[in-house]
């Protein structure tokens, strides 16, 4: 194997293992889209129930239930957010480009100066891929925070809610 088929070789598998990366990013965001928007509409079927009734308790368990339901509307935000389509560089080069390197008899390109295009068009798609790989890694830690932070959602809310009525009184000497 010569130097060159080695350079080629091992851009083309870099490449495909960062198209790879995205793509594993979308599957573990349609995973959380999947799981946020069914407990979201869960509470929210739950607040309407809790609310029909009359008393403190149950107030105080449709807040809960609103800030569960808050968080989880959070996550499947951010987890389509994951899923929008972006702009990723694609490992192959198109017909374009070969036809100009290699078809085109007017072109006086050299063997060489076709692979520094290669690999400088190669170089290029990969920072964009990178820079796509830490937007979407941000998108999805988010998507991930708004399930994890529903208990903590429905504690501050739902004690909020149970607590108003007790320390609104004596902040605001009502």
């Known amino acids: 194997m010569t130097y060159l088929e080695l350079a080629l070789e091992d851009i083309r598998a870099r490449q495909t293992a960062v198209v790879d990366h995205i793509r594993a990013f979308e599957g573990q965001a349609l995973s959380l889209l999947g799981v946020s928007s ?3 509409v869960a509470c929210i079927s739950a ?3 809790v609310i029909s009734q009359d008393s403190l308790l149950p107030i105080a368990a449709a807040w809960a239930l609103g800030g569960a339901a808050a968080s989880f509307a959070y996550g499947t935000f951010f987890s389509i957010r994951v899923m929008s389509s972006t702009e990723m560089g694609l490992p192959a ?18 063997p060489s100066d076709i692979l520094a295009g290669y690999i400088a068009s190669s170089k290029n798609s990969t920072e964009q891929n990178e820079k796509l790989i830490k ?3 941000r998108r999805l830690q988010h998507a991930r925070a708004g399930i994890g932070l529903a208990p903590i959602s429905a504690l501050v809310a739902g004690g909020g809610a149970l607590g108003a009525p007790y320390f609104i009184p004596r902040i605001f000497g009502c």
């Open 38 to 40: 069914a407990l979201a």
């Open 47 to 49: 607040v309407a129930t």
């Open 135 to 137: 937007l979407l890694s």
């Open 93 to 110: 080069k198109d017909g374009s480009f070969w036809t100009e390197a290699v078809l085109n008899p007017e072109s006086e390109r050299s």
